[in-house]
């Protein structure tokens, strides 16, 4: 069984940095991709970012594309989100999730490719 653990959200203004932590347990961290994704209220969990299971390839919603960055320490069994330039409109839950398939060549974007999640992390952006 595999738990993941989120923190380091909370309620800053618009301009300021977050950096997110994804703590997994388990010895399989290393051999999948993993992803960030957010739900704000009254809408659909979307992707954010993903990074490929040896930290080679990302990949990025284009709402986020040069503010958000996506990063693993395989050895600490963690991934990051770092958060700069925020605005009101990310406001949301951030949950990290862990690609269903070890060793995927490509970076998917469904939130049904992901198979364990974790319990979220509130990030409240005020104007």
């Known amino acids: 069984q595999v738990q993941l653990v989120e923190s380091g959200g909370g309620l800053v203004q618009a301009g300021d940095s977050l950096r997110l932590s994804c703590a997994a347990s388990?010895?399989?961290?290393?051999?999948?991709?993993m992803g960030w994704f957010r739900q704000a209220p009254g809408k659909e969990r979307e992707f954010v970012a993903g990074?490929?299971?040896?930290?080679?390839?990302?990949l990025y919603a284009d709402s986020v594309k040069g503010r958000f960055t996506i990063s693993r320490d395989n050895a600490r069994n963690t991934e990051y989100l770092q958060m700069d330039s925020l605005k009101p409109e990310d406001t949301a839950v951030y949950y990290c999730a862990r690609d269903g398939s070890p060793f995927r060549r490509v970076l998917v974007t469904s939130p049904r490719e992901y198979d364990y999640w974790g319990q979220g992390t509130q990030v409240t952006v005020s104007s």
């Open positions: 388990g010895r399989t961290f290393s051999s999948y991709a």
């Open positions: 990074i490929r299971w040896n930290g080679d390839s990302t």
